[in-house]
T-cell receptor, first 113, second 115 residues
Framework: GDSVTQMEGPVTLSEEAFLTINCTYT??????LFWYVQYPGEGLQLLLK?????DKGSNKGFEATYRKETTSFHLEKGSVQVSDSAVYFC????????????FGSGTQLTVLP | ETGVTQTPRHLVMGMTNKKSLKCEQH?????MYWYKQSAKKPLELMFV???????ENNSVPSRFSPECPNSSHLFLHLHTLQPEDSALYLC??????????????FGPGTRLTVL
């Protein structure tokens, strides 16, 4: 079945550092890929998405590129802020449908001032 | 209220209690979801309702019983739970068009502790 593997956390960075959170997936067909973020005490929010190979999703300075050849969707940000401290989830959905989302286990990011 | 709301935010119950979790969405969506989020485990999809009909039931024990009376409300009825059921229960909603489901919007969750 489908699966998503994320780098284990926690990740601790200083403000303005470069961030990479690795995500690889296993799926049949051509899934859509997502990054969700969960701030303390809140539900998950969609951060960005990509629906086909070589698509780049971007939002709030975060970027991720759908790499079919390496089955990866790594999350990057050039300069993190304290307010980016949260748990980040990589997820995929069946091709053509977002009904069944398969999530990774999440990566806790803490950004220190 | 906007978005997806869940009540209560925190719940402590004994194994013999019966309680219900409530979810309400104010987004005009027509699909709703229950997820279980346990520590150090991926989110687990429990149930999906589309147009008030259950379309997914991922091998969830019968001590969890969902109810979707209309497209804006979703309940999760709980009875005779086990301590391992302690988790954050997240509700989500989305818009569907035929067999295509769009982005899911999540509520803040109910933190459940079973003693």
């Amino acid at each position: 079945g489908d699966s998503v593997t994320q780098m284990e956390g926690p990740v601790t960075l200083s403000e303005e550092a470069f961030l990479t959170i690795n995500c690889t997936y296993t799926a049949t067909g051509y899934p859509s890929l997502f990054w969700y973020v969960q701030y303390p005490g809140e539900g998950l929010q969609l951060l960005l998405k990509a629906t086909k190979a070589d698509d780049k999703g971007s939002n709030k300075g975060f970027e991720a590129t759908y790499r079919k050849e390496t089955t990866s969707f790594h999350l990057e940000k050039g300069s993190v802020q304290v307010s980016d401290s949260a748990v980040y989830f990589c997820a995929l959905s069946d091709s053509g449908s977002a009904r069944q989302l398969t999530f990774g286990s999440g990566t806790q990011l803490t950004v220190l001032p | 209220e906007t978005g997806v709301t869940q009540t209560p935010r925190h719940l402590v119950m004994g194994m013999t209690n019966k309680k219900s979790l409530k979810c309400e969405q104010h987004l005009g969506h027509n699909a709703m979801y229950w997820y279980k989020q346990s520590a150090k485990k991926p989110l687990e999809l429990m149930f999906v309702y589309s147009l008030e009909e259950r379309v997914e039931n991922n091998s969830v024990p019968s001590r969890f019983s969902p109810e979707c009376p209309n497209s804006s409300h979703l309940f999760l009825h709980l009875h005779t739970l086990q301590p391992e059921d302690s988790a954050l229960y997240l509700c989500a909603s989305s818009r569907t068009s035929g067999s295509s489901y769009n982005e899911q919007f999540f509520g803040p969750g109910t933190r459940l502790t079973v003693l």
